[in-house]
């Protein structure tokens, strides 16, 4: 298997992560509005190091496995947030994803961008079937972001995840190859 090194979109890189990424890195994950969501609440620079080693050897696709791939901007190779991909331990045409921007970077485009260019990735090289995104029902840019790619909403899950000191609800998005495909025709 040839390694993974990054994937591109009009404006965007998903490439592995770099040392380089490291403060952008720290910084946006340890901005509360960027965490409100998210199961994380901060990062240290010793997190944030052994998170950039751990990806060093990955590939995305592992069964059971996260990838996180950086997001830059590809005119100028600066990291702006990362994406992630895991695909189901129990059944490889079956994946889920993440996704986060830093906040200097959100309102233009770029997590709507990144994710098709992750889901055109997974459906036309890696093969899957089916992927699903679990938000918290809270997070409206999200499931804005989702709705505009035309994932379905399959289910709302109530008090399904403690988070952060309270039992939050979640929808559950999916989107199909099949309709990927037609989607993207
Ligand atoms: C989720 C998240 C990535 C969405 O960010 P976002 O900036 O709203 O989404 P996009 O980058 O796709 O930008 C969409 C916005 O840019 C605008 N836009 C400008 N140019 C655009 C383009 N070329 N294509 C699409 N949208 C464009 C859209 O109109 C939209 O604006 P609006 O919010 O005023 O309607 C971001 O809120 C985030 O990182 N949140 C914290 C982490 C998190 O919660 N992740 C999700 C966990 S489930």
Redesign the pocket.
């Known amino acids: 298997m040839t390694r993974f090194e990054s994937l591109n979109s009009d404006r965007l890189l998903l490439r592995r992560f770099a040392d380089g990424d490291l403060p952008t890195l720290v910084a946006y994950r340890n901005d509360p509005a ?1 965490a ?3 199961s994380w609440s901060s990062l240290s620079e010793a997190a944030a190091r052994a998170f950039i080693n751990d990806l060093r050897d990955a590939e995305p696709g592992k069964r059971g496995e996260w990838f996180q791939f950086a997001i830059a901007l590809k005119a100028t190779n600066e990291h702006i ?1 990362d994406c992630a991909l895991l695909v189901r331990a129990d059944d490889t045409q079956q994946a889920e994803i ?4 830093a906040r200097s970077h ?8 990144a994710v098709r260019c992750l889901l055109d990735y997974v459906f036309h090289e890696l093969e899957i079937r089916r992927v699903i ?4 029902c809270r ?1 409206d ?2 499931v ?2 989702l709705e ?1 790619l035309g994932f379905r909403r399959e289910g709302h899950f109530r008090q399904s995840f403690w988070l952060k000191g309270a039992w939050i609800d979640e929808y559950l998005y999916a989107m199909l190859a099949a309709e990927w495909r037609a989607l993207r025709m």
Do not use: M, P
């Open positions: 960027v409100r969501y998210q947030g993440g996704y986060t921007l959100q309102g233009l485009g770029y997590g709507t961008e995104a679990q938000v918290d997070n840019r999200s804005a972001l505009r």
